[in-house]
């Protein structure tokens, strides 16, 4: 293949890093993915696979050797509204550290493109109170008042790499994500967003049955396809702008919504319960694509309703799957004259995830 390009990704066990390899495999990239744990649901397409801990520098040094042309930087602890609200601490000083090591050893190691993938969590908290939001603009990040912990953090590092750029000529690319969703991304355990959530409850609801939506549901947010995630990342990296990119959709839908679209897709009547008291984020937020079609004569374009067609398949799947494994388990712990006590199973906590 011609141009073909030695690439890390980092964040490679998580649910973007993990399509991205794929993608990188599949236009001929010699790809090594790197991150503190493999992927959950599949096996990855990398050539090489490290499971380091990406917040110590010397792991970040070995990630990067070997002659690495380009970056994906993907690597973060990241989740849900439910999850990034309550772990502001953790998730912040997990954040510095892994965003400034692996700048730091992609520049001494002589990486020619670092791609950094930021988040819409930046945006200035007072233009995003509306349900009916004006499309954010790249600008709108300041005055900065992004949300607490995930949202400065990821500002932070935005910063840090226009300081590379200006300061040692190094190449940085900068991504806002706005909600990014698909199958193969994390749907229970409370790191899932939302597509994934509603997806999940709805998976496992019976017809004319009722969810838990956090907030009145009238909160709006616009959700962009992994495919489409996959194609705006790999020509922003190709671009030659350093400045932030939004990447994500402007088709705005209330939470409310999300669950009509979904519910229609699983052929079920769903009726809602709202938990006024669960988080809720911003009351409004939608991507202005202008800057990202000038730039790249591109923008997402997967609908909605297709999208999730397929991400809810995916889910349905494996909460079947689940519950027939249950099932089974069931039965063969509860054999005729087996009159012992059932036992209880063991609750392990899971390890905290460094990936996107």
């Given at each position: 293949?011609?141009?073909?390009?030695?690439?890390?990704?980092?964040?490679?066990?998580?649910?973007?890093?993990h399509h991205l390899v794929r993608r990188l495999k599949e236009e001929g990239?010699?790809?090594?993915?790197?991150?503190?744990?493999?992927p959950e649901y599949d096996a990855s397409a990398a050539d090489e696979f490290?499971?380091?801990?990406?917040?110590?520098?010397?792991?970040?040094?070995?990630?990067?050797?070997?002659?690495?042309?380009?970056?994906?930087?993907?690597?973060?602890?990241?989740?849900?509204?439910?999850?990034?609200?309550?772990?502001?601490?953790?998730?912040?000083?997990?954040?510095?550290?892994?965003?400034?090591?692996?700048?730091?050893?992609?520049?001494?190691?002589?990486?020619?493109?670092?791609?950094?993938?930021?988040?819409?969590?930046?945006?200035?908290?007072?233009?995003?109170?509306?349900?009916?939001?004006?499309?954010?603009?790249?600008?709108?990040?300041?005055?900065?008042?992004?949300?607490?912990?995930?949202?400065?953090?990821?500002?932070?590092?935005?910063?840090?790499?226009?300081?590379?750029?200006?300061?040692?000529?190094?190449?940085?690319?900068?991504?806002?994500?706005?909600?990014?969703?698909?199958?193969?991304?994390?749907?229970?355990?409370?790191?899932?967003?939302?597509?994934?959530a509603i997806c999940r409850k709805i998976a496992l609801a019976k017809d004319?049955?009722?969810?838990?939506?956090?907030?009145?549901?009238?909160?709006?947010?616009?959700?962009?396809?992994?495919?489409?995630?996959?194609?705006?990342?790999?020509?922003?990296?190709?671009?030659?702008?350093?400045?932030?990119?939004?990447?994500?959709?402007?088709?705005?839908?209330?939470?409310?919504?999300?669950?009509?679209?979904?519910?229609?897709?699983?052929?079920?009547?769903?009726?809602?319960?709202?938990?006024?008291?669960?988080?809720?984020?911003?009351?409004?937020?939608?991507?202005?694509?202008?800057?990202?079609?000038?730039?790249?004569?591109?923008?997402?374009?997967?609908?909605?309703?297709?999208?999730?067609?397929?991400?809810?398949?995916?889910?349905?799947?494996?909460?079947?799957?689940?519950?027939?494994?249950?099932?089974?388990?069931?039965?063969?712990?509860?054999?005729?004259?087996?009159?012992?006590?059932?036992?209880?199973?063991?609750?392990?906590?899971?390890?905290?995830?460094?990936?996107?």
């Amino acid at each position: 293949m011609e141009n073909k390009k030695r690439v890390l990704v980092s964040g490679a066990g998580g649910f973007i890093g993990h399509h991205l390899v794929r993608r990188l495999k599949e236009e001929g990239h010699w790809v090594r993915g790197a991150d503190i744990k493999y992927p959950e649901y599949d096996a990855s397409a990398a050539d090489e696979f490290e499971v380091l801990d990406l917040r110590k520098a010397e792991n970040c040094l070995l990630a990067t050797r070997g002659g690495i042309d380009e970056v994906y930087n993907l690597a973060a602890d990241m989740g849900g509204i439910g999850y990034i609200t309550a772990s502001h601490a953790d998730i912040s000083r997990n954040n510095i550290l892994i965003n400034a090591q692996m700048i730091e050893a992609s520049r001494q190691n002589g990486i020619k493109r670092f791609l950094f993938s930021s988040s819409a969590c930046v945006y200035n908290q007072s233009k995003q109170r509306d349900p009916d939001a004006r499309p954010l603009r790249e600008e709108d990040a300041y005055p900065a008042d992004p949300e607490p912990g995930y949202g400065w953090e990821k500002l932070f590092a935005e910063e840090l790499c226009r300081y590379y750029y200006q300061d040692f000529g190094f190449e940085t690319r900068i991504v806002r994500f706005h909600n990014v969703y698909g199958p193969l991304g994390t749907y229970d355990g409370g790191k899932e967003k939302a597509p994934a959530a509603i997806c999940r409850k709805i998976a496992l609801a019976k017809d004319d049955g009722e969810i838990e939506v956090w907030g009145d549901g009238e909160q709006t947010r616009s959700f962009m396809y992994i495919d489409d995630c996959l194609e705006g990342l790999i020509r922003i990296m190709g671009s030659q702008y350093h400045e932030p990119l939004n990447l994500g959709t402007d088709e705005l839908v209330t939470i409310n919504g999300l669950v009509d679209i979904v519910a229609g897709i699983a052929g079920k009547r769903i009726r809602r319960q709202h938990n006024p008291s669960g988080p809720q984020g911003v009351r409004g937020r939608n991507s202005d694509n202008t800057r990202l079609r000038a730039t790249i004569n591109w923008e997402p374009s997967i609908a909605l309703e297709q999208g999730l067609a397929s991400t809810y398949r995916w889910i349905a799947s494996r909460v079947e799957s689940e519950r027939s494994s249950a099932d089974t388990t069931a039965t063969l712990t509860s054999q005729p004259g087996d009159n012992s006590e059932p036992k209880k199973s063991r609750v392990v906590a899971a390890k905290p995830r460094l990936a996107s």
